[in-house]
Protein backbone atom coordinates (compact mmCIF):
# COMPACT_ATOMS: atom_id res chain seq x y z
CA UNK A 1 0.00 0.00 0.00
CA UNK A 2 2.45 2.51 1.16
CA UNK A 3 4.59 1.92 -2.22
CA UNK A 4 1.88 2.06 -4.55
CA UNK A 5 0.78 5.33 -2.55
CA UNK A 6 4.54 6.35 -3.24
CA UNK A 7 3.97 6.00 -6.88
CA UNK A 8 0.88 7.60 -7.12
CA UNK A 9 2.43 10.88 -5.28
CA UNK A 10 5.43 10.88 -7.64
CA UNK A 11 3.09 10.78 -10.76
CA UNK A 12 0.82 13.44 -9.05
CA UNK A 13 3.73 15.75 -8.88
CA UNK A 14 5.29 15.04 -12.69
CA UNK A 15 2.03 15.44 -13.69
CA UNK A 16 1.41 19.05 -12.10
CA UNK A 17 4.49 20.19 -13.43
CA UNK A 18 4.77 18.56 -17.05
CA UNK A 19 6.64 20.94 -18.95
CA UNK A 20 9.58 20.48 -16.43
CA UNK A 21 9.22 17.08 -16.51
CA UNK A 22 9.24 16.86 -20.21
CA UNK A 23 12.16 19.24 -20.14
CA UNK A 24 14.35 17.40 -17.88
CA UNK A 25 13.53 14.01 -19.38
CA UNK A 26 14.89 15.31 -22.71
CA UNK A 27 17.81 16.31 -21.38
CA UNK A 28 18.77 12.33 -20.17
CA UNK A 29 17.42 11.19 -23.42
CA UNK A 30 19.89 13.22 -24.64
CA UNK A 31 22.71 12.52 -22.57
CA UNK A 32 21.94 8.72 -22.39
CA UNK A 33 21.51 8.43 -26.14
CA UNK A 34 25.22 10.56 -26.42
CA UNK A 35 27.05 8.22 -24.96
CA UNK A 36 25.88 5.26 -26.54
CA UNK A 37 26.33 6.38 -29.88
CA UNK A 38 29.46 8.01 -29.18
CA UNK A 39 31.10 4.95 -28.21
CA UNK A 40 29.28 2.87 -31.31
CA UNK A 41 31.20 5.54 -33.53
CA UNK A 42 34.68 4.73 -31.71
CA UNK A 43 33.61 1.19 -31.96
CA UNK A 44 32.25 1.36 -35.89
CA UNK A 45 36.04 3.63 -36.82
CA UNK A 46 38.28 0.87 -34.94
CA UNK A 47 36.44 -2.09 -36.84
CA UNK A 48 36.57 -0.36 -39.78
CA UNK A 49 40.59 0.73 -39.86
CA UNK A 50 41.54 -2.43 -38.86
CA UNK A 51 39.42 -4.36 -41.10
CA UNK A 52 40.82 -2.46 -44.19
CA UNK A 53 44.01 -2.98 -43.01
CA UNK A 54 43.78 -6.89 -42.59
CA UNK A 55 41.63 -7.46 -45.38
CA UNK A 56 44.86 -5.67 -47.80
CA UNK A 57 46.70 -8.59 -46.07
CA UNK A 58 47.67 -8.40 -42.20
CA UNK A 59 48.89 -12.08 -42.87
CA UNK A 60 51.19 -10.94 -45.75
CA UNK A 61 55.01 -11.34 -46.13
CA UNK A 62 55.93 -9.40 -49.43
CA UNK A 63 59.35 -9.25 -51.14
CA UNK A 64 61.38 -7.73 -53.89
CA UNK A 65 64.54 -7.69 -54.76
CA UNK A 66 66.25 -4.24 -54.16
CA UNK A 67 70.04 -4.25 -55.27
CA UNK A 68 72.21 -6.82 -56.80
CA UNK A 69 75.61 -7.39 -58.77
CA UNK A 70 76.08 -7.19 -62.14
CA UNK A 71 73.74 -10.55 -63.43
CA UNK A 72 70.32 -9.10 -61.56
CA UNK A 73 68.79 -11.56 -63.52
CA UNK A 74 70.18 -14.53 -61.76
CA UNK A 75 68.86 -13.14 -58.46
CA UNK A 76 65.45 -12.37 -59.21
CA UNK A 77 62.77 -14.55 -57.33
CA UNK A 78 61.46 -17.29 -59.59
CA UNK A 79 59.11 -19.85 -59.20
CA UNK A 80 61.79 -22.24 -58.11
CA UNK A 81 61.74 -19.92 -54.72
CA UNK A 82 58.16 -19.70 -54.44
CA UNK A 83 57.85 -23.88 -54.14
CA UNK A 84 60.77 -23.74 -51.82
CA UNK A 85 59.08 -21.40 -49.63
CA UNK A 86 55.58 -23.31 -49.77
CA UNK A 87 57.41 -26.29 -49.12
CA UNK A 88 59.99 -24.73 -46.29
CA UNK A 89 57.65 -22.82 -44.49
CA UNK A 90 54.99 -24.75 -42.88
CA UNK A 91 53.38 -21.96 -41.78
CA UNK A 92 52.56 -20.41 -45.03
CA UNK A 93 49.40 -21.30 -46.77
CA UNK A 94 49.41 -19.93 -50.20
CA UNK A 95 51.91 -17.88 -52.07
CA UNK A 96 51.65 -16.18 -55.94
CA UNK A 97 54.23 -13.67 -57.60
CA UNK A 98 53.72 -11.03 -60.37
CA UNK A 99 55.46 -9.36 -63.19
CA UNK A 100 54.25 -6.86 -64.85
CA UNK A 101 54.56 -5.09 -68.82
CA UNK A 102 53.23 -1.58 -69.55
CA UNK A 103 51.61 -1.92 -72.97
CA UNK A 104 48.40 0.57 -74.33
CA UNK A 105 44.48 -0.58 -75.33
CA UNK A 106 42.91 1.41 -78.10
CA UNK A 107 39.21 2.65 -77.21
CA UNK A 108 37.44 4.64 -79.39
CA UNK A 109 40.15 5.49 -81.77
CA UNK A 110 42.23 6.92 -78.45
CA UNK A 111 45.50 4.94 -76.96
CA UNK A 112 45.22 4.40 -73.06
CA UNK A 113 47.92 3.29 -70.93
CA UNK A 114 47.71 0.24 -69.03
CA UNK A 115 49.42 -2.84 -67.40
CA UNK A 116 49.22 -6.60 -68.26
CA UNK A 117 50.21 -8.40 -65.38
CA UNK A 118 51.08 -11.79 -64.92
CA UNK A 119 50.20 -13.42 -61.90
CA UNK A 120 50.21 -17.30 -60.89
CA UNK A 121 47.29 -19.39 -59.65
CA UNK A 122 46.98 -18.14 -55.85
CA UNK A 123 47.09 -14.63 -56.17
CA UNK A 124 43.40 -14.23 -55.95
CA UNK A 125 43.52 -15.19 -52.40
CA UNK A 126 46.28 -13.43 -51.19
CA UNK A 127 45.00 -10.47 -52.55
CA UNK A 128 40.92 -10.69 -51.99
CA UNK A 129 39.84 -10.05 -55.71
CA UNK A 130 36.50 -9.76 -56.14
CA UNK A 131 35.71 -11.80 -59.00
CA UNK A 132 32.38 -9.12 -60.21
CA UNK A 133 31.81 -11.03 -63.73
CA UNK A 134 32.90 -14.53 -65.18
CA UNK A 135 35.53 -16.21 -64.02
CA UNK A 136 39.49 -16.35 -62.23
CA UNK A 137 42.14 -18.02 -63.87
CA UNK A 138 42.48 -22.09 -63.60
CA UNK A 139 44.93 -24.32 -63.47
CA UNK A 140 44.54 -25.27 -67.15
CA UNK A 141 44.82 -21.24 -68.22
CA UNK A 142 47.83 -21.52 -66.17
CA UNK A 143 49.61 -24.94 -67.58
CA UNK A 144 48.13 -24.30 -71.57
CA UNK A 145 49.28 -20.78 -71.52
CA UNK A 146 46.10 -19.78 -72.59
CA UNK A 147 45.79 -16.34 -73.95
CA UNK A 148 43.07 -15.22 -71.66
CA UNK A 149 42.62 -12.00 -69.12
CA UNK A 150 40.85 -10.64 -66.12
CA UNK A 151 39.37 -6.76 -66.61
CA UNK A 152 39.65 -4.17 -63.58
CA UNK A 153 35.80 -2.55 -63.18
CA UNK A 154 37.44 0.13 -64.37
CA UNK A 155 38.73 -0.42 -67.39
CA UNK A 156 35.82 -3.16 -68.15
CA UNK A 157 34.07 0.15 -68.17
CA UNK A 158 36.06 2.46 -70.32
CA UNK A 159 36.18 -0.19 -72.98
CA UNK A 160 32.52 -1.77 -73.20
CA UNK A 161 30.66 0.77 -71.41
CA UNK A 162 27.11 -1.22 -72.34
CA UNK A 163 28.28 -4.31 -73.16
CA UNK A 164 29.64 -7.07 -71.15
CA UNK A 165 33.38 -7.76 -71.75
CA UNK A 166 33.63 -11.61 -70.95
CA UNK A 167 34.09 -13.45 -74.14
CA UNK A 168 35.04 -10.16 -76.19
CA UNK A 169 38.30 -9.79 -78.09
CA UNK A 170 40.89 -7.72 -75.68
CA UNK A 171 43.93 -5.65 -77.60
CA UNK A 172 46.78 -4.20 -75.46
CA UNK A 173 49.89 -3.32 -77.53
CA UNK A 174 50.38 -6.30 -80.51
CA UNK A 175 48.81 -8.49 -78.08
CA UNK A 176 45.24 -10.12 -78.09
CA UNK A 177 43.52 -12.17 -75.43
CA UNK A 178 39.95 -13.15 -74.67
CA UNK A 179 38.57 -11.79 -71.56
CA UNK A 180 37.18 -14.39 -68.91
CA UNK A 181 36.56 -11.90 -66.37
CA UNK A 182 35.71 -8.70 -64.64
CA UNK A 183 37.35 -7.72 -61.12
CA UNK A 184 38.04 -5.81 -58.33
CA UNK A 185 40.22 -5.43 -55.49
CA UNK A 186 37.87 -6.05 -52.02
CA UNK A 187 39.43 -2.93 -50.52
CA UNK A 188 42.48 -0.15 -50.97
CA UNK A 189 45.97 -1.62 -50.46
CA UNK A 190 47.37 1.92 -49.85
CA UNK A 191 49.95 1.33 -52.41
CA UNK A 192 50.87 -2.13 -51.64
CA UNK A 193 49.57 -3.59 -54.72
CA UNK A 194 50.35 -3.73 -58.56
CA UNK A 195 47.01 -3.22 -59.72
CA UNK A 196 45.94 -0.12 -60.76
CA UNK A 197 42.82 1.35 -61.78
CA UNK A 198 43.60 -0.07 -65.30
CA UNK A 199 44.98 -2.92 -65.49
CA UNK A 200 44.74 -6.29 -67.11
CA UNK A 201 45.73 -9.32 -65.30
CA UNK A 202 46.71 -12.41 -67.62
CA UNK A 203 47.97 -15.96 -66.76
CA UNK A 204 51.87 -15.91 -65.33
CA UNK A 205 53.75 -18.18 -68.07
CA UNK A 206 52.46 -15.73 -70.93
CA UNK A 207 54.62 -13.02 -69.18
CA UNK A 208 57.75 -15.48 -69.50
CA UNK A 209 56.43 -16.23 -73.26
CA UNK A 210 56.28 -12.59 -74.11
CA UNK A 211 59.34 -11.38 -72.19
CA UNK A 212 61.39 -14.47 -72.21
CA UNK A 213 61.96 -14.19 -68.78
CA UNK A 214 60.50 -15.74 -65.38
CA UNK A 215 61.18 -14.10 -62.21
CA UNK A 216 58.57 -12.19 -60.12
CA UNK A 217 59.10 -8.41 -59.37
CA UNK A 218 56.90 -8.79 -56.11
CA UNK A 219 56.82 -12.30 -54.36
CA UNK A 220 53.44 -12.90 -51.70
CA UNK A 221 53.49 -15.37 -48.98
CA UNK A 222 50.39 -15.38 -46.76
CA UNK A 223 51.06 -16.75 -43.10
CA UNK A 224 48.09 -19.04 -41.41
CA UNK A 225 48.03 -16.94 -38.55
CA UNK A 226 48.53 -13.26 -37.44
CA UNK A 227 50.86 -14.62 -35.14
CA UNK A 228 53.05 -16.76 -37.73
CA UNK A 229 53.95 -13.34 -39.48
CA UNK A 230 57.03 -12.52 -37.72
CA UNK A 231 58.51 -16.01 -37.99
CA UNK A 232 57.32 -16.26 -42.19
CA UNK A 233 59.20 -13.16 -42.61
CA UNK A 234 62.56 -14.35 -41.40
CA UNK A 235 61.82 -17.46 -42.62
CA UNK A 236 61.38 -16.11 -45.98
CA UNK A 237 64.12 -13.70 -46.50
CA UNK A 238 66.42 -16.92 -45.25
CA UNK A 239 65.25 -18.80 -48.12
CA UNK A 240 65.63 -16.16 -50.73
CA UNK A 241 69.13 -15.77 -49.02
CA UNK A 242 70.40 -19.40 -49.05
CA UNK A 243 68.95 -19.96 -52.46
CA UNK A 244 71.23 -16.96 -54.14
CA UNK A 245 74.43 -15.08 -54.57
CA UNK A 246 75.21 -13.20 -50.79
CA UNK A 247 75.43 -10.00 -52.66
CA UNK A 248 71.22 -9.45 -53.56
CA UNK A 249 69.31 -7.65 -51.22
CA UNK A 250 65.81 -8.64 -50.64
CA UNK A 251 63.37 -6.33 -48.64
CA UNK A 252 61.49 -9.08 -47.08
CA UNK A 253 58.35 -6.66 -45.18
CA UNK A 254 54.39 -6.94 -43.73
CA UNK A 255 51.57 -4.86 -42.83
CA UNK A 256 51.96 -6.00 -38.91
CA UNK A 257 53.97 -2.58 -38.46
CA UNK A 258 51.07 -0.50 -39.78
CA UNK A 259 47.93 -2.81 -38.11
CA UNK A 260 49.79 -2.89 -34.61
CA UNK A 261 49.74 1.29 -35.10
CA UNK A 262 46.31 1.55 -36.59
CA UNK A 263 45.15 -0.30 -33.30
CA UNK A 264 47.18 1.27 -30.75
CA UNK A 265 45.85 4.60 -32.43
CA UNK A 266 41.91 3.58 -32.49
CA UNK A 267 42.15 2.79 -29.29
CA UNK A 268 43.03 6.16 -28.00
CA UNK A 269 40.77 7.85 -30.90
CA UNK A 270 37.93 5.60 -28.72
CA UNK A 271 38.91 6.67 -25.29
CA UNK A 272 38.84 10.34 -26.44
CA UNK A 273 35.45 10.03 -27.99
CA UNK A 274 34.46 8.00 -24.59
CA UNK A 275 35.90 10.49 -22.19
CA UNK A 276 34.39 13.80 -24.68
CA UNK A 277 30.84 11.31 -24.42
CA UNK A 278 31.10 11.06 -20.09
CA UNK A 279 31.72 15.06 -20.39
CA UNK A 280 28.61 15.77 -22.28
CA UNK A 281 26.53 13.21 -19.79
CA UNK A 282 27.98 14.93 -16.73
CA UNK A 283 27.37 18.20 -17.80
CA UNK A 284 23.55 16.78 -18.83
CA UNK A 285 23.05 15.24 -15.58
CA UNK A 286 24.52 18.28 -13.26
CA UNK A 287 22.17 20.44 -15.20
CA UNK A 288 19.52 17.82 -14.96
CA UNK A 289 19.89 17.50 -10.86
CA UNK A 290 19.86 20.86 -10.64
CA UNK A 291 16.61 21.04 -11.90
CA UNK A 292 15.60 18.72 -9.15
CA UNK A 293 17.21 20.65 -6.18
CA UNK A 294 15.12 23.69 -7.37
CA UNK A 295 12.03 21.12 -7.48
CA UNK A 296 12.65 20.68 -3.78
CA UNK A 297 13.70 23.91 -2.96
CA UNK A 298 9.82 24.93 -3.95
CA UNK A 299 8.33 21.69 -2.02
CA UNK A 300 10.17 22.18 1.04
CA UNK A 301 6.93 23.25 2.64
CA UNK A 302 5.04 20.33 1.63
CA UNK A 303 7.80 17.56 2.91
CA UNK A 304 7.83 19.61 6.02
CA UNK A 305 3.90 19.12 6.54
CA UNK A 306 4.59 15.19 5.90
CA UNK A 307 7.16 15.52 8.27
CA UNK A 308 5.45 16.88 10.64
CA UNK A 309 2.26 14.58 10.40
CA UNK A 310 4.63 11.20 11.15
CA UNK A 311 6.01 10.66 7.14
CA UNK A 312 9.40 9.12 7.55
CA UNK A 313 12.61 9.59 6.15
CA UNK A 314 12.22 6.89 3.97
CA UNK A 315 8.94 7.63 2.71
CA UNK A 316 10.01 11.39 1.64
CA UNK A 317 13.16 9.41 -0.16
CA UNK A 318 11.22 7.00 -1.85
CA UNK A 319 9.00 10.06 -2.90
CA UNK A 320 11.72 11.95 -4.54
CA UNK A 321 13.79 8.76 -5.98
CA UNK A 322 10.52 7.39 -8.10
CA UNK A 323 9.94 11.03 -9.21
CA UNK A 324 13.73 10.73 -10.92
CA UNK A 325 13.24 7.49 -11.80
CA UNK A 326 10.51 8.16 -13.71
CA UNK A 327 12.17 11.05 -15.25
CA UNK A 328 15.79 9.59 -15.63
CA UNK A 329 14.57 6.04 -15.94
CA UNK A 330 12.03 6.56 -18.76
CA UNK A 331 14.35 9.28 -20.78
CA UNK A 332 17.44 7.41 -20.46
CA UNK A 333 15.51 4.54 -21.77
CA UNK A 334 13.84 6.13 -25.30
CA UNK A 335 17.74 7.90 -25.95
CA UNK A 336 19.00 3.96 -25.73
CA UNK A 337 16.63 3.11 -27.52
CA UNK A 338 16.85 5.69 -30.20
CA UNK A 339 21.11 5.53 -29.91
CA UNK A 340 20.93 1.58 -30.93
CA UNK A 341 17.72 1.66 -33.12
CA UNK A 342 20.32 4.06 -35.53
CA UNK A 343 23.28 1.86 -36.18
CA UNK A 344 20.54 -0.94 -36.56
CA UNK A 345 18.88 0.57 -38.99
CA UNK A 346 22.02 1.45 -40.93
CA UNK A 347 22.85 -2.47 -40.65
CA UNK A 348 19.35 -3.19 -42.12
CA UNK A 349 20.11 -0.93 -45.13
CA UNK A 350 23.38 -1.63 -45.64
CA UNK A 351 22.10 -5.03 -45.98
CA UNK A 352 20.63 -4.20 -49.39
CA UNK A 353 23.87 -2.79 -50.96
CA UNK A 354 26.82 -5.74 -52.25
CA UNK A 355 29.88 -3.48 -50.99
CA UNK A 356 27.85 -3.14 -47.22
CA UNK A 357 26.66 -6.38 -47.02
CA UNK A 358 29.61 -7.69 -45.17
CA UNK A 359 30.02 -4.35 -43.00
CA UNK A 360 28.28 -4.24 -39.62
CA UNK A 361 28.01 -0.95 -37.32
CA UNK A 362 28.69 -2.21 -33.55
CA UNK A 363 26.61 -1.78 -30.31
CA UNK A 364 28.66 -1.49 -27.56
CA UNK A 365 26.04 -3.00 -24.44
CA UNK A 366 28.45 -1.75 -22.04
CA UNK A 367 27.89 2.02 -23.24
CA UNK A 368 23.66 0.81 -22.85
CA UNK A 369 24.51 -0.10 -19.37
CA UNK A 370 26.41 2.47 -18.37
CA UNK A 371 24.30 5.47 -20.21
CA UNK A 372 20.91 3.74 -18.23
CA UNK A 373 23.15 3.56 -14.45
CA UNK A 374 24.29 7.13 -15.11
CA UNK A 375 20.71 8.59 -15.64
CA UNK A 376 19.23 6.69 -13.09
CA UNK A 377 21.66 7.92 -10.55
CA UNK A 378 21.33 12.03 -10.91
CA UNK A 379 17.52 12.22 -8.99
CA UNK A 380 19.92 10.62 -5.76
CA UNK A 381 21.56 13.65 -4.40
CA UNK A 382 18.30 16.01 -4.53
CA UNK A 383 16.42 12.66 -3.23
CA UNK A 384 18.30 12.50 -0.42
CA UNK A 385 18.31 16.20 0.71
CA UNK A 386 14.97 16.66 0.93
CA UNK A 387 14.70 13.54 2.92
CA UNK A 388 17.15 14.93 5.40
CA UNK A 389 15.23 18.09 5.72
CA UNK A 390 14.21 18.99 9.65
CA UNK A 391 10.48 19.80 10.04
CA UNK A 392 10.60 22.76 12.15
CA UNK A 393 12.71 24.56 9.29
CA UNK A 394 10.44 23.41 6.62
CA UNK A 395 7.34 24.58 8.02
CA UNK A 396 9.04 27.67 8.38
CA UNK A 397 10.22 28.06 5.02
CA UNK A 398 8.40 30.83 2.82
Known amino acids: MLQAETWKLAWDALRANKLRALLTMLGVIIGSSCIVLVVTVALAGKRYIISQIEAVGSNLVYTELVSSGVERIADEIKPADLDAVKQ ?7 AAGTNDISTTVIVRGREHPTYLVGVTEGFQRIRNL ?45 LHFTAIGVFKERVATFGQSEIRAESIIIPFPLIKYYTGTEYFKTFYAQADRPEDVPAVTREVAEILRSRHRPGAEYRVQNLSGILETARHVS ?42 I ?32 IPALINFLMSFFQAGADTKVPISWISVVLAFVVSCSIGYLPANRAARLQPTESLRYE
Open 88 to 94: GIPQVVE
Open 310 to 341: GAPRDAILDQFLTEALLISGTGALAGIAIAVS
Open 130 to 174: VILRGRYFDEGDMKNRSKVCLLTEGLATLMFPADDPVGKDIRAGE
Open 267 to 308: VALTVVLVLIALVALTISGIGIMNIMLVTVTERTREIGIRKA
